[in-house]
Nanobody, 115 residues
């Protein structure tokens, strides 16, 4: 059974930083690209960052230069380092494989950035 467990969210002031973690259970982690998505109230879920098995990364324009995705295959964990946070980054953040292959999303982790 596949399980994705996100953590690390919280309340932070604009300009602050957070580091999100996602542990993936039930998949061969090193064989999968991984991605971080976010969903703000009233908005669709969007992919913000992805990292492939070879370590190559991609980011949505709005987070380029501020967010960094990384992975630790030994720990089945993908990370999202978020710096220079803005109020518009407020959302629930989720991880999944990339491309998305896991139908059951985790509970996500709430990130709230105050102005």
């Amino acid at each position: 059974q596949v399980q994705l467990v996100e953590s690390g969210g919280g309340l932070v002031q604009a300009g602050g930083s957070l580091r999100l973690s996602c542990v993936a259970h039930g998949i061969i982690f090193s064989f999968n690209g991984m991605g971080w998505h976010r969903q703000a109230p009233g908005n669709q879920r969007e992919l913000v960052a992805s990292i492939m098995t070879d370590g190559s990364t991609n980011y949505v324009d709005s987070v380029k230069g501020r967010f960094t995705i990384s992975r630790d295959n030994a720990k089945n964990t993908v990370y999202l380092q978020m710096n220079s946070l803005k109020p518009e980054d407020t959302a629930v953040y989720y991880c999944n494989t990339y491309p998305v292959t896991v139908n059951s999303w985790g509970q996500g982790t709430q990130v709230t950035v105050s102005s």
